[in-house]
């Protein structure tokens, strides 16, 4: 083969892998990132989308999920998202789901917040705080999120990709669209550990920080 020719081959490869939909159909429901983030790179213009129809109904569809979403940095955050309601749901089911998307130090502070945001304390709890990451979700129409859903995202433009030998890879800081705070930027950080196959979360204080309280009646999320 000559060197023009594995050049050749190996440019078209590289375009396939670029054009190449990062989608999967899951329990009847569609996963699918829009928008690419570079994994070694930072640029500041980057953003992402990640859509589907609905939450995983258990530990084993979110596994196959995470089989797609969990190769890119963004979609190890919309599979936090869908954790956080998981969590929600059934406690038990919902911490399995964490500890596979999150380093062990964030998982064990995540879950001690969502205990008290997933309470019962009517005043303090924000049992909708997954549907206030949704994109189109605002207290304004009680955390009513357009569909399908919809996580939106871009590269932090002010902090840099960091390698860190404490977690073992490159930490990529993100940031979360939303409307339920007053800041609509939440900040989440992630990191693929060397050896890996798949993107964990390893700080993300400001997506179970509580979100501003509703107003109407939550109708809950697929």
């Known amino acids: 083969m000559t060197k023009l020719l594995a050049f050749t081959l190996m440019s078209l490869f590289a375009m396939s892998a670029t054009a190449q939909k990062m989608e999967c159909s899951v329990g009847a429901k569609t996963y699918k990132i829009e928008g690419r983030i570079n994994h070694d790179t930072w640029d500041k213009s980057q ?35 869908m954790a956080f309601e998981m969590y929600r749901r059934d406690r038990v089911v919902g911490e399995q789901a964490l500890r596979l998307n999150n380093t062990s ?7 001690e917040r969502l205990k008290e945001m997933m309470g019962k304390d009517k005043f303090y709890a924000r049992p909708y705080l997954a549907a206030a990451l949704l994109d189109g979700a605002n207290p304004g129409n009680a955390y009513t999120p357009k569909s399908p859903y919809c996580v939106k995202m871009r590269v932090n433009p002010a902090t840099k990709y960091q390698d860190s030998q404490f977690l073992g890879g490159t930490v ?3 940031q979360i669209d939303s409307e339920g705070w007053d800041t609509n930027w939440r900040g989440v950080e992630v990191v693929k550990p060397e050896g890996e196959s798949f993107y964990v979360v390893s700080n993300c204080p400001a997506m179970y920080t509580q979100c501003k309280q509703i107003k109407g009646t939550w109708q809950g999320l697929k």
């Open 172 to 174: 990529i800081y993100l």
């Open 105 to 111: 130090t964030n998982y064990n502070s995540t879950v």
């Open 47 to 81: 953003s992402s989308r990640v859509t589907f129809a609905g939450i995983p109904a258990t530990l084993e569809e979110f596994k196959q999920v995470r089989q797609t979403l969990g190769k890119e940095p963004q979609g190890a955050v919309a599979l936090q998202v």
